[in-house]
């Protein structure tokens, strides 16, 4: 065979590096070049599952937590407390009901803008691989067979060719009493095995370039696949790590009234409140005169 060319040269494409078997670490078979890229794209798809189930617990964390400040929000420990100190706890049990809210929304737009989409496009991406894989795999199936019938013909012409050999090295020799009738039977029956190697050959190489040119079209399909998924995933985690800084920022915002009112807490002003308030007379006693 001629020095073959790599057909993507600086690209490690998957169209040039998986024509061959490769022995099964699994057991003590092979496998197909083909069927180790429709693993790691099964593989891909397990891992974009498993990812999906992650954001799922994500979400559902995300939602108990929310429920939990929204509960307890609604406590009514310390309400009794008075004074500048009594409205920054208040603000601080009404911050939690606003955190609560910024969590749901989180938990909502992670469920739409990043789980479901994941899912989605799982959904097609299995679709695609069950495609490749039945259609590469018949026309595997039907170059094995033809190879198979072209090494069978190969034999078959061999055989022919050595019978007819023999009978005319015993015609020559006076050692047979073949005549030449029987010479013209083995030399048309060997014509026959060469025309039918031929044939099969040529079938051969038929189911040969269909071969090569889907498994070329096809890997290079896998690889694009393979590209949009990763490129996908990424694109949403981005997504995620947004919507995370933006809770961040909103949670801050909840925060920043609790901080503003803490400066405000006095507590001289606070006593001058409650006494005038609450006074019961500033006569105190004093020493009797006799």
Not at 140 to 158: F, M, N
Request: aromatic letters at 6%; a negative charge.
């Amino acid at each position: 065979m001629p020095e073959q060319q790599l057909l993507k040269p600086t690209e490690w494409s998957y169209c040039d590096y998986f024509w061959a078997d490769k022995k099964d670490p699994q057991g003590n078979g092979t496998v197909a070049g083909f069927k180790l890229l429709l693993q790691k794209q099964l593989k891909g798809k397990q891992m974009q599952k498993e990812m999906s189930e992650f954001l799922q617990e994500r979400i559902k964390i995300k939602e108990e937590y929310a429920t939990n400040l929204a509960k307890l929000s609604q406590n009514s420990l310390a309400a009794q407390e008075e004074g500048s100190l009594g409205e920054a706890w208040a603000q601080v049990k009404k911050s939690l009901a606003d955190e609560a809210e910024v969590h749901l929304k989180f938990s909502d737009k992670l469920h739409s803008e990043v789980e479901k989409p994941l899912m989605n496009f799982l959904e097609n991406f299995k679709k695609d691989i069950k495609k490749c894989d039945h259609h590469i795999a018949d026309l595997h199936k039907q170059l094995a067979s033809r190879c198979t019938l072209v090494e069978k013909a190969r034999k078959a012409l061999i055989e022919r060719q050595r019978d007819l050999e023999m009978k005319t090295q015993q015609l020559e020799i006076k050692l047979s009493n073949k005549t030449e009738e029987d010479i013209k039977k083995a030399r048309r029956k060997s014509t026959q095995a060469g025309d039918d190697l031929m044939c099969y050959v040529d079938l051969y190489n038929q189911a040969q370039s269909k071969w090569f040119e889907e498994m070329v079209t096809t890997t290079l399909e896998l690889e694009q696949l393979e590209v949009e998924r990763v490129e996908m995933i990424r694109q949403h985690l981005c997504q995620y790590t947004q919507l995370w800084h933006e809770t961040d920022m909103f949670n801050q915002s909840t925060v920043e009234p609790v901080d503003q009112l803490l400066r405000k807490v006095d507590p001289a002003k606070d006593r001058e409140l409650w006494v005038r308030e609450h006074k019961t007379g500033n006569i105190h006693p004093v020493d009797m005169e006799i």
